[in-house]
């Protein structure tokens, strides 16, 4: 097979795009989300693999930038994007973009890599490592009742067009970007996501709602929102469609969860991404009557191990020397001593004797500290070469919050 790889033109993308379409089973997209993501694309960071003049492959990359442990928000590839046709896979296509894609990111200057995974088992060759979780939840309305802190009779509720509130409902996720890790800052153009609302694509819901939470005048948190009505003989069983929520404290968000879930003519509130440790779950009155299935989330690759180390802090003082294996970017194997703290970190090479062996995936998946070094030990995944290195090392990454992606790219 001869084939080309290089760089996207932007009268091209419609053919590449058709192409990505048809690896994901040939379902063309509401033209609202296509557009979209043509609007989005970083067609400078998009490369297709060529059969003569038909697309056989396709992989891009957002220039993002990404809260890491500590608050700090770095530069990160956010790859996405990626497939291959049918007619052409097991024929190292896939392997030929990630070649050149890490190849790129590195001489961009950007030391982590970061996507979400149609099939989580494809890219742990390439070095990528899970370091997030989302939470799916279903909450039964009928059985669970809140349990909410003082103040919450205070916040005043008001419902709004989504478009009116895009403003400052962009202000108030800029706020909380810094608080967690693996939260996205929204760069020009993004804010059309989450206002994405093609009718195609409603499966029978409502149009987006949006409902602001209020105190003093000023916008606490936002909720948006569909309803799908149902009836059965015995009545209405209608399904909350919560699309996403945030609130600047823990009033606002309790006053939206039980705006949500004292809605008439419903019976439950779903939602498809929620954080691990969301207050959710310390709000509902038995937690046994809420659905919760937890999948894997946020792939992370360290594509400098030194420069990446360094962009975080760690939450107790580590000093400690890993001896990392990183067959696809070699420039990462060797010896490497991470010393930190809370306040700052520096990551170098040195001929040092190791204290942990492991993988860069490892690296990776505990780099937003939502995974435990000591947990990828029990694996078999992380070596202890030195007593105690590892009880060491795995507080030192730990994250009070976990880590969390928003939205999906």
Known sequence: MTTELRVLRRDEWDTW???????????????????????????????????????????????????????????????????VAPTHRRRGVLRSMMRQQLDDVRARGESLAVLTASDPAIYGRFGYGTASEQMLVEVDTERVRLTVPPGTDDVRLRLVQPREAQEVCEALYAERVTERPGMLTRLPGWERLPLLDAPASRAGASPMQCVLAERDGAVTGYARYAVRPDWEASGPTGTVLLRDVEARDPASYAALWRYLCDMELTVRVTHTNRPVDDPLLHLVSDIRRCTIRIRD??????????????????AAPVDVVFEVADAFC????????????????????????????????????????????????????????????????????????????????
């Open 17 to 83: 795009y058709s192409t990505l379409e048809l690896a994901f089973g040939g379902v063309a997209e509401p033209a609202e989300e296509r557009e979209l993501w043509q609007d989005l694309t970083e067609v400078e960071r998009s490369i297709g693999v060529w059969d003569g003049g038909t697309c056989v492959g396709t992989a891009g990359a957002f220039s993002f930038r990404m809260c890491v442990p500590g608050g700090r928000i770095v530069p990160a590839a956010g790859v996405t994007m990626v497939g």
């Open 297 to 314: 989330q946020l792939h992370v690759r360290l594509v400098e191990v030194g420069a990446a180390l360094a962009a975080r802090t760690y």
């Open 330 to 409: 070699p420039w990462n194997e060797g010896r490497w001593r991470l010393t930190g703290d809370a306040r700052a970190a520096s990551c170098k090479p040195t001929d040092d004797e190791p204290d942990l062996r492991l993988s860069v995936r490892e690296l990776g998946a505990a780099y937003l500290g939502g995974y435990t070094l000591t947990a990828l030990a029990g694996a078999g995944r992380v070596q202890e070469l030195r007593p105690d290195a590892l009880a060491e090392a795995s507080a030192a990454f730990r994250s009070d919050r976990a880590p969390w992606l928003p939205h999906g790219f």
